[in-house]
């Protein structure tokens, strides 16, 4: 795009190309992540003396970054999201449906849970590894961010009596078949000890929205964002509602979700009436 222009010799429309060619096979959202690292590069020519005018390059009106529009979620409410457990009673991943809308856990996060991380009698699990693929192996890896790690606790008696049982079975198969697959002490896997793919969780996922009758334009990890919002919407405190979503900062869980929160502002707007009156 600009591999072949003198550093010296950028200009505005140089970055207005970038832009566009990323465009052409980026979203929005990732074509501005594109021109951050391509702007802070420039950053570090210019603290280097090898280029100046950063600062106008990239506030020129031509080589500003794409808008990006807020993307439509499609979450659960209460109500749906009693409608969706019901349907998923029928599925072999019912529980870690369960779990991820319980505690707000990303995919990663769920298949990487390990029984070691879940503590039955307190009620808590411990979210401390992501399982990927890395470099062709399955890996635990470190999660998303230093802020996803957290100990999270629930009070479902459901899903507590669902996990016991889930590790007694394991615990006989374990015992009783002769090929186990399983390294890492996973919470959720095959009947032989194996992983569960990410693909296969998709189209369960999907076919459980079918049943269910719920819009299918939901997607799996759209079970953690519900997570989130049922706390928001119930009045739950905006910092707890930044821990369970383990967020850096608490201006993204507030971001994210306060417009769910209507009750609040109103009670922030009669605040301030009182105070101006």
């Not at 072949?4 to 929005?28: F, N």
């Not at 990006?68 to 349907?87: D, H, M, S």
């Not at 790690?149 to 049982?165: H, Q, S, V, Y």
């Amino acid at each position: 795009m600009v591999g072949d222009v003198q550093l010296a010799a950028l200009r505005p429309e140089h970055l207005a190309r970038v832009k566009s060619e990323c465009l052409k096979t980026l979203a929005p959202s990732t074509t501005v992540l594109v021109r951050q690292v391509f702007v802070a590069a420039l950053r570090w020519a210019e603290d280097a003396g090898l280029v100046t005018n950063v600062l106008a390059l990239t506030r020129n009106r031509i080589s500003r970054p794409p808008r990006v529009e807020r993307r439509t979620y499609v979450w659960l409410n209460r109500e749906t999201a009693g409608v969706f457990l019901a349907a998923a009673a029928d599925s072999p991943y019912g529980l870690m449906y369960r779990v991820m809308l319980t505690l707000g856990l990303r995919v990663g996060e769920l298949l990487g849970l390990r029984w070691v991380d879940i503590n039955l009698d307190r009620q808590e699990l411990t979210v401390s590894h992501s399982l990927q693929f890395v470099n062709g192996k399955l890996t635990l890896c470190e999660p998303k961010t230093t802020g996803s790690r957290a100990t999270l606790p629930w009070t479902d008696a459901t899903l507590t009596k669902a996990l016991i049982e889930l590790k007694a079975k394991q615990t006989f198969d374990r015992i009783n078949r002769p090929l186990w697959l399983d390294e890492f002490g996973l919470a959720f896997i095959d009947e032989f000890g194996g992983y569960i793919p990410h693909t296969k969780l998709h189209i369960d996922f999907k076919q459980t929205l079918r049943r269910a009758g719920l819009n299918p334009a939901m997607r799996l990890h759209d079970l953690r964002h519900s997570c989130i919002s049922l706390l928001v919407a119930g009045g739950t405190h905006a910092k707890v509602c930044q821990m369970y979503a383990r967020h850096a900062k608490i201006a993204t869980t507030m971001g994210t979700y306060s417009h769910l929160a209507p009750e609040e502002l109103q009670k922030a707007a009669a605040v301030l009436t009182l105070a101006l009156s």
